[in-house]
């Protein structure tokens, strides 16, 4: 297990000295936001890089439709050019436009595909409601692993998807490095 922080345009100033002191090991950064580029990301992916931290990259998902989902993991895949990265792409579940699409499932199935075709590992972010009672986890495949949000004592998930594959938990989202706020996640996938 590996502390891990995922970080956006809130964290730009963030002192990636200070990261690696307090134990992390891995960032996972917002690439975008729907099809819009997160103007920071390639920042913190060169500082992580630049103090031995492993990273991945998040689309936090505007999509209603698979075709939407699609086009979302094209603008990662054309950000990213050759980069395939070390923690893998993970389609970020939870605004509204995505929990009120008519097959979220399909959704999320289309941005995975997009992206694994290229032979990028790929996951899904979202709450554990979101994937209690909106996504059909049974209905992707078992290989497909999940970050999961749960404020709590510990991740249930695997409470409820014992052969699923559990990648990430974050617990808190009120840590502080150095004076900036970060998610803080547990990371249970190898990072060497």
């Given amino acids: 297990m590996a502390k891990v922080i995922d970080v956006s345009y809130w964290q730009k100033d963030i002192d990636y000295g200070l990261v690696k002191q307090a134990g992390v090991r891995g960032v996972i950064v917002k690439i ?8 920071t990301w390639w920042g913190h992916v060169a500082d ?15 999509a ?27 389609f970020d579940f939870e605004s509204p436009t995505c929990l009120e699409s008519n097959d ?7 941005f995975l595909n997009a992206i694994n075709s290229k032979g990028i590992p790929c996951g899904i972010y979202a709450s554990l409601s979101t994937l209690e009672d909106v996504i059909d986890v049974a209905a992707l495949a078992d290989y497909v692993p999940y970050w999961v949000a749960q404020y709590s ?5 695997k409470d409820d998807y014992p052969n699923n594959v559990l990648a990430g938990w974050q617990y808190s ?15 249970y996938l190898e990072l060497d």
């Fill in 153 to 157: 004592k510990q991740c249930e998930f």
């Fill in 32 to 39: 975008t936001e729907g099809k819009e580029i997160e103007e």
């Fill in 173 to 187: 989202d009120s840590q502080n490095i150095g004076g900036t706020n970060v998610d803080m996640n547990e990371w």
């Fill in 48 to 62: 992580a890089e630049k103090h031995g931290l492993k990273w991945g990259v998040y689309c936090y998902s505007h």
């Fill in 64 to 90: 209603g439709t698979p075709e939407e989902a699609a086009a979302e993991a094209n603008e990662v895949l054309y950000l990213l050019g050759n980069r395939i990265p070390p923690m893998g792409v993970w």
């Fill in 104 to 110: 979220p499932t399909a959704v999320c199935s289309a």
